[in-house]
C-alpha cells in the first residue's frame, strides 16, 4: 500500500514536471527595449517608490512612467500615474503622461479628456503646482489640439483617418501666448 502511494506521488512530479517546463522553441524577448543603464535606473525608481517610509513618490513616478513610454509600454506608465494621482489631481503632468499613454493605446475620448484636463491646470489663474511654463505650456496646446481632431475618431479600426487628422494638425502652428490679468492703474 505505501509503495503504490510513493510511486503514485512519483508518477504526479514527473507529469507536474512535464507540463510545467517550458517549450524549447520558446524564445525569451526583453520586456522593456532599452539601454541596459536606463533599465537599471527603472529597477531604482521601482524601488524608490516602493521604499516604505516614503513620503511622495511623485517624482519618481514622473520620471519613471516617461521612461516607460520611451520604451513603448502606455499600460505600464497609466499603472504608474494612477499610483499617485489620487493624491496629486491638481498636478498638470500626471494628466500630460496620461494623455500621452492613452493616445499611445489608441484610446482618443480618454485621451482627448486628460489633455484637455491638463490645459485647464496649466492654464488656471492660480498658478499651477509645479509651474507650467511656456514650453509646457506649447505642448500642451499642441497635444490637446492633436487630440481634439481625433476625439471622435475610432483610431484602432480607422487607424488611416486618424493619421491625415494628426497629421493636419501637427503643421507649424501659432500657439497664442497666455493674456497677462489687467493691472489696476
Not at 527595449?33 to 513616478?61: F, N, T
Request: net charge positive; with cysteine.
Amino acid at each position: 500500500m505505501r509503495v503504490t502511494r510513493i510511486l503514485d506521488l512519483i508518477v504526479i512530479a514527473l507529469l507536474a514536471a512535464i507540463l510545467l517546463m517550458p517549450r524549447p522553441d520558446v524564445t525569451v524577448k526583453v520586456a522593456l527595449r532599452l539601454s541596459p543603464e536606463r533599465r537599471e535606473r527603472v529597477a531604482e525608481l521601482q524601488a524608490a517608490m516602493l521604499r516604505p517610509g516614503q513620503d511622495d513618490p511623485l517624482p519618481e513616478a514622473i520620471e519613471l512612467a516617461d521612461i516607460y513610454l520611451d520604451g513603448h509600454r502606455p499600460d505600464w506608465a497609466l499603472a504608474t500615474v494612477g499610483a499617485v494621482l489620487p493624491l496629486h489631481q491638481d498636478d498638470y503632468r500626471l494628466h500630460n503622461i496620461r494623455a500621452i499613454a492613452f493616445a499611445d493605446r489608441f484610446e482618443s475620448e480618454p485621451a482627448f479628456a486628460a489633455a484637455s484636463r491638463a490645459l485647464e491646470l496649466c492654464e488656471r489663474p492660480a498658478p499651477a503646482v509645479p509651474p507650467c511654463g511656456e514650453a509646457a505650456r506649447s505642448r500642451l496646446h499642441l497635444l490637446h489640439a492633436t487630440l481634439a481632431s481625433v476625439a471622435g475618431v475610432d483610431m484602432r479600426n480607422n487607424p488611416a483617418l486618424a493619421k491625415e487628422k494628426i497629421f493636419e494638425q501637427l503643421r507649424p502652428t501659432f500657439i497664442p501666448r497666455r493674456s497677462k490679468p489687467a493691472t489696476k492703474p
